[in-house]
C-alpha cells in the first residue's frame, strides 16, 4: 500500500477474486491476501468490513504442527 491504499485496494480485491478462483478459499495464499485486505480496510476507516475479514482470516488459519 505504501501510502496509496485508494489505489492498492482495487487491485488487492482482484488478486483476492483470483486465488479463490485458483487456489479456493481455503489456500493459505488467499487467507494471506483476505489479511492484507482487511489491513488496508483497518487503514483507511473501513472497521466492518475489515474486522469481517479479520475474522475469516481467524477461522481459516489451521495450525501447523
Given at each position: 500500500?505504501?501510502?496509496?491504499?485508494?489505489?492498492?485496494?482495487?487491485?488487492?480485491?482482484?488478486?483476492?477474486?483470483?486465488?479463490?478462483?485458483?487456489?479456493?478459499?481455503?489456500?493459505?495464499e488467499?487467507?494471506?491476501?483476505?489479511n492484507?485486505?482487511?489491513?488496508?480496510?483497518?487503514?483507511?476507516?473501513?472497521?466492518?468490513?475489515?474486522?469481517?475479514?479479520?475474522?475469516?482470516?481467524?477461522?481459516?488459519?489451521?495450525?501447523?504442527?
Amino acid at each position: 500500500t505504501q501510502g496509496r491504499p485508494t489505489a492498492a485496494e482495487p487491485l488487492l480485491r482482484r488478486a483476492l477474486r483470483i486465488s479463490r478462483l485458483t487456489r479456493g478459499d481455503d489456500s493459505p495464499e488467499t487467507a494471506v491476501l483476505v489479511n492484507s485486505l482487511a489491513s488496508l480496510l483497518c487503514d483507511t476507516g473501513q472497521l466492518a468490513e475489515a474486522e469481517t475479514h479479520y475474522r475469516y482470516t481467524l477461522l481459516s488459519a489451521t495450525p501447523i504442527i
